[in-house]
Each structure stands twice: as structure tokens, then as C-alpha cells.
């Protein structure tokens, strides 16, 4: 009989080869985690106290789903870090000089916004038209004019040529001297607004990308329009500081008058102003009773040529500033793009042409009338500084509002104010005892002519080829100053505004029409090019 089996020998495992064994091994991915101290493990951790020396592990001890997360990490904070960075802020130097060439802009209108107001209303307002259309010729050359000269040298020749023209009436000047001033200062006019809203887009240029430009040109147009403004408020109190200082009183005349002889008097009957053809009868530049008859505050001479001399000082602080803000370098050619296929061009022009009927007009006949005819200057320097302190305000919130999108609820609500106001002075009688509503009345007005001007700037300034379609519009603004001061000359207050509520229509419409085109999408700048 065979042995039996060795009982110890089978219960040993069998030997199993080094290679199998690695295969089909579970833990073979398992990595070893080098020991950490049980003191590090069972440490209280409590929240105001962190540790002085962090653990450190090495790389080869996290996994690769770990090293993964760990660089995703790194990725999501350099992320946050971009995002929380201030954007990139415009250069100092060019903040600096931007900031002196608004002064100097503001100079510059102290000293001939109200000048052009105290001419127009007082001595005339066909010298201002003459100087007008000459601004209205010159205009659509002025990008070709700001590309050979520059920016700084069109300023300092403008601010130059204002103070010129104010000096001369200071002292005792030939009338065709004067009217040649008139028109060497009108052909400037319009090179200086192009070059002060190229100098705008500029300083916007060097502010980043797109959406910053845009916030940047809206802040620095917007900033142009409140130094002018605030000139103008500036310049009319300093009318005021004359009138306080030289005034005198033009009172009724006490002697009576010859029984053969139609003397009216002022202020006339209250029956007066029932007839039908009250302002036909003082039509044109008799825009009211003689000076000789009428009660209220005026300049004596001296006075006059004191203020034309300040006035003319400040122009001439003007220069000195604009000089060093402006920039020396040519501007860049202008864009070889036809003018006339543009809609900023052609839609733009019937609202340039009501915004320069409207402030001739408040330059000119409306200061005549509802401010030198009720009160004298006294009267009229209130209403002057009434529009531009509004209008100053009003320029800076309407272009906030106009930036988010409410273009056309402005524009409705702009058309609605101008129209009620122009049926008010249509209706109201000049020589009314209440001397609060003519500063009031001018107020309102400044204020819809603010809104005029933020929202065709914002249309037609920033963007390719924007210097040849804004420079007709400047043409249509002072083709309307001019005709506005030449019916300051010829024809009935009436008549002047009835010419105001048809060009108001035309011009709604005509807008309307160019924002419609924006924003389907006909060009590839942005529409919210805002002051």
C-alpha cells in the first residue's frame, strides 16, 4: 500500500509567483503617506490663533486628483485677482493738461457769452450774425484746418482773437474795424469747438478698451460743457457786480408832453395789451419802447468799458491756459469716408440748426425783451445767469441719464418742455409787473438746451470718420445763431418764435430718425457716446 498524504504539507499555501502577485494585488496604487505626529493631529485649533509654521507636504505625496484641484485653485484665484483689479487710470500729466484746457475754455466763454448777450441785446445783434456766418462758411473745412495747424495753435488763435475783439470795444474804434473783428473772430469759432472735442476723444483714447473709452469721452465732453457754462454763469455775475457798482437809472420822463404831439407812455395801460397787434407794432429791433423811456437799471459808460475790460482780461488768461493744455501734435487726417452717405451728417444738421436758433435767440431778443424791456439790465443779467446755472445742472444729470439708455424718453419729454415753453412766451406779455418769471422762464429754457446739446454730442462725437459729420453740424449751428440774430434786427418776436416751434419739429423728427439708424446697428461705433 502507498504512504498517506502529508497532512502539514497541504494546508501550506501554495507558493505564488512575484509577477501574479502584483497584478492581481488590490492595494498596488495605494501611495504611502509619510507619518504625522499625533501632537500636529490632536492640536486644538482654535479661530483667532493660526499656526506658526504650516505643515508642509510634499508634492509627491498628493495624488493626481488633488494636484489637479490645487491647480484649478491657483487658476480660479489668478481669475478673482484680474477681476478685482482697478482698471488702468488715465495718465496724470494728460489729466492735468485736460483739466487746463476746460479752464481755458471757461475763461474763454466768461468773457464772450455774456458779451455776446450785452451786444445783441443792446447795440444790435447784425455785427454777431456777420460773425456767425463766417463760422457757418469755415465749418466744414475745419478738420482739414485742425489737421495742418493743431489743436493748441487753433485755441491760442481763438482765445486770442476774442480778446481782440473785446479790447477793441473798450476804446473808441471805427465801425469797420469792428465789423472786420467780428469776422476774423467768426472764422476761428468754428476750428476751436472742433479742436476742444478732438482733444476729448483723445484724452478718451489712452483709457483702456472700448467701454472705458466710452465712459472716459462721456466724462470729458461732459466736463468741456460745464466749464462753458459755468463761464457763462461767472461772466453774468459779473454784470451784475457792474450794474451794482456803475449802474444808473433810466426813469420816465417828468416834463410833460406837448398836447399836439402822440407821446406813449411807459409802461403802457393795462388796455394796451388787449389789442391783437401789440407786437406788430414793436417789431425788429424797436423790440421795445425807446431806451430814453423806458424805467429800469442800465450801465453808464464808464461801467461798460470796465466790464468789457474784464471780460477781456479773462480771454486773455484764456490763451496762456490753452496754449499749455492743449496738445501740440496735429490732429490725424480725417476720414476718407464720404460725408453726405453719413446720417450723422445729414440727420444731425436739422437739430444743429434748431440748437443755434434757440440760444441766438435767448442771446439776443429774448434778453431784449423779457429782461431789458421789464426791468432793464437789472432784470436781464438775472435771466442770463438763471440759464446757465440750470443749464450747467441740467447738462451733467441728462447725460447720466441719457449714458443708461433713455435717449428717447429725453427727447419726448425735451420736445413736450421747449414746445410749452415756447406757447408761453407766445402768450405772456413782456412788460408784466412779476419780475421773477423771466430769470425763471430763461432757467427752463437753458435746461432744454442743455438737453439738445448732450444728446446730438452723444450721437455724433466718438466713432470712425466722427470729425466731418460733427463739422457740418456746427455749420447748421451757426447758420441758426446767424439767422437768429439777423431776425433780432428784422422781424417780431412773434414771428421768431413761430419760426422756433417749425424748426423744433423738424428737428425731433430728424433725430428720431438718427437714433433709429444707430440702433440698428448701421455703424460700428457705440450709440452712448455721452457728455
Known amino acids: 500500500m502507498g504512504s498517506l498524504p502529508d497532512l502539514t504539507e497541504r494546508s501550506r499555501p501554495t507558493p505564488v509567483r512575484a509577477a501574479v502577485r502584483t497584478v492581481s494585488d488590490p492595494h498596488r496604487h495605494r501611495t504611502i503617506i509619510t507619518q504625522i505626529p499625533v501632537s500636529t493631529i490632536y492640536k486644538k485649533e482654535w479661530p483667532w490663533k493660526k499656526p506658526k509654521t504650516p505643515i508642509r507636504v510634499t508634492g509627491s505625496c498628493i495624488g493626481p486628483r488633488r494636484r489637479d484641484s490645487a491647480a484649478s485653485s491657483v487658476g480660479a484665484a489668478s481669475v478673482r485677482r484680474l477681476l478685482a483689479r482697478q482698471p488702468p487710470k488715465l495718465p ?109 476723444t483723445s484724452l478718451a483714447q489712452a483709457a483702456g478698451d472700448e467701454a472705458r473709452r466710452k465712459v472716459a469721452l462721456r466724462r470729458a465732453l461732459r466736463a468741456l460743457r460745464a466749464a462753458q457754462d459755468l463761464g457763462l454763469v461767472a461772466g453774468s455775475l459779473l454784470l451784475g457786480i457792474a450794474l451794482t457798482i456803475w449802474s444808473e437809472e433810466i426813469a420816465r420822463p417828468s416834463t410833460p408832453a406837448p398836447t399836439n404831439v402822440s407821446v406813449p407812455r411807459w409802461p403802457p395801460p393795462e388796455e394796451y395789451f388787449l389789442e391783437d397787434d401789440y407786437e406788430e407794432r414793436t417789431c425788429g429791433a424797436a423790440g421795445c419802447p425807446d431806451m430814453q423811456t423806458l424805467s429800469g437799471t442800465v450801465l453808464n459808460a464808464e461801467g461798460r468799458r470796465l466790464l468789457v475790460a474784464v471780460w477781456a482780461f479773462l480771454a486773455l488768461l484764456s490763451v496762456g491756459l490753452g496754449v499749455y493744455g492743449a496738445s501740440s501734435a496735429p490732429a490725424p487726417p480725417p476720414d476718407a469716408r464720404s460725408i453726405i452717405r453719413d446720417p450723422r451728417a445729414l440727420l444731425g444738421a436739422p437739430m444743429g440748426l434748431f440748437i443755434g436758433l434757440q440760444q441766438g435767440f435767448i442771446y439776443t431778443s429774448y434778453i431784449k425783451w423779457y429782461g431789458v424791456c421789464v426791468d432793464g439790465w437789472w432784470c436781464a443779467w438775472r435771466s442770463l445767469c438763471g440759464a446757465g446755472a440750470l443749464q450747467a445742472l441740467a447738462a451733467g444729470t441728462l447725460s447720466m441719464a441719457a449714458a443708461r439708455g433713455r435717449r428717447g424718453a429725453l427727447a419726448a419729454g425735451g420736445g413736450a418742455a421747449h414746445a410749452s415753453l415756447v406757447l408761453a412766451l407766445l402768450r405772456w406779455r413782456a412788460a408784466k409787473t412779476d419780475l421773477a418769471l423771466p430769470a425763471l422762464a430763461a432757467a427752463a429754457w437753458g435746461s432744454c438746451s442743455a438737453l439738445w446739446d448732450v444728446l446730438q454730442a452723444g450721437t455724433c462725437i466718438g466713432g470712425p470718420g466722427w470729425r466731418g459729420p460733427w463739422a457740418v453740424t456746427l455749420c447748421a449751428r451757426h447758420v441758426g445763431l446767424a439767422l437768429a440774430c439777423a431776425a433780432r434786427q428784422l422781424l417780431c418776436v412773434r414771428e421768431q418764435l413761430a419760426g422756433l416751434a417749425a424748426a423744433l419739429v423738424t428737428a425731433l423728427a430728424a433725430h428720431t430718425m438718427l437714433e433709429l439708424r444707430m440702433r440698428r446697428g448701421s455703424f460700428h461705433y457705440a450709440l452712448h457716446y455721452v457728455m
Open 92 to 200: 496724470k500729466p494728460l489729466v492735468t493738461r485736460f483739466t487746463l484746457l476746460c479752464l481755458s475754455s471757461g475763461l474763454c466763454a466768461t468773457g464772450l457769452l455774456p458779451f455776446t448777450a450785452f451786444a445783441g441785446a443792446e447795440a444790435g445783434a447784425m455785427p454777431l450774425a456777420i460773425m456767425h456766418s463766417l463760422a457757418a462758411i469755415v465749418a466744414p473745412f475745419s478738420p482739414l484746418i485742425l489737421q495742418k495747424t493743431g489743436t493748441r495753435l487753433v485755441i491760442a488763435i481763438a482765445h486770442t482773437l476774442v480778446c481782440v475783439l473785446l479790447t477793441a470795444h473798450t476804446v473808441e474804434t471805427p465801425l469797420p474795424v469792428l465789423l472786420a473783428l467780428y469776422g476774423i473772430c467768426g472764422v476761428t469759432l468754428s476750428p476751436m469747438s472742433l479742436a476742444l472735442s478732438a482733444s476729448a
